[in-house]
């Protein structure tokens, strides 16, 4: 039995448990951060939480016998998966990361692309009225500091009560979206512009085709470095990655 941690979080990374469990002789573990309150039903093993850093993750890989790590998480989460790359580093097992290709710029698009939340917030104060916030409820606070924009935000949960809220409303939903339910979305705000991450993949694109089709500019915080380890683009891609290991023990 070969053991398999996925650092999870994504809608990839539950499709990648879901094919792995069905692989003989390996035991699948999808790791949460635990920021969802109600995350989707995953095959195999699941545990929430942190590691403590990238020693706790090198100690929880030893006491575990994990074979092989995928990184799975979400674009942004960068800290977690630099964590890793220094984990395999120490533990010394195949690591991979599942990177989705981010979004492409068209002729048509209207993004202002920014390397920062906080350079997001700039880039508001002399261009918007009524924003439309699709980063999640992580980075809400430091748009709070705008009073004279009205936000439009969107996450799977409730912002934490403990955090500064930016003036607007809040709307609970979980992706997928279709381009028309976006359209009357940002037409029944009257939003003017969109704040997103470049998270890549086809669960909220049709925000970006909805402001394309609508002439809506889109503040686009872009995703920062990866380290350099082996990576793939798709679910496909880690399962092969995947099999050809498991493949090589084979006599």
């Known amino acids: 039995m070969k053991r398999v941690l996925i650092l999870g979080g994504t809608g990839d990374a539950i499709a990648l448990a ?24 995953i095959a195999g093993s699941v545990r929430v939480g942190g590691f403590g850093g990238a ?50 710029k068209t002729p ?18 002399p261009m918007a009225k009524r924003v439309f916030l699709t980063i999640g409820r992580q980075q809400l606070a430091p748009f709070a500091q705008l009073h004279d924009v009205w936000f439009l935000m969107r996450s799977i949960d409730p912002p934490s009560p403990d955090i500064a809220i930016p003036n607007g409303i809040t709307v609970l939903d979980r992706a997928p979206f279709t381009i028309e339910q976006e359209k009357k979305l940002i037409l029944d705000h009257a939003i003017d512009t ?24 889109i503040v686009m915080v872009q995703r920062s470095p990866t380290p350099t380890v082996e990576q793939v683009a798709d679910v496909e891609g880690a399962i092969g990655w995947l099999l ?6 084979l006599p």
């Open 244 to 249: 050809d290991r498991l493949n090589s023990l």
């Open 108 to 125: 048509l698009d209207r993004w202002l692309e920014v390397g920062s939340i906080e350079a997001a917030v700039l880039a508001l104060k």
């Open 18 to 41: 879901a094919e792995a469990s069905q692989i003989a002789n390996v035991e699948i573990i999808t790791s949460l951060a635990g920021r969802t309150q109600t995350p989707t039903a």
């Open 194 to 217: 969109i704040v997103s991450k470049n998270s890549g993949g086809n669960a909220t694109y049709a925000k970006i085709v909805a402001a394309r089709e609508l002439g809506i500019p």
């Open 55 to 104: 020693t706790g993750l090198s100690d929880y890989l030893r006491d575990r016998q994990i074979d092989y790590l995928i990184d799975a998480t979400h674009p942004f989460a960068a800290r977690m998966s630099h964590n890793a790359a220094i984990a395999i580093h120490d533990v010394g097992i195949p690591h991979l990361m599942l990177v989705r290709p981010a979004w492409e």
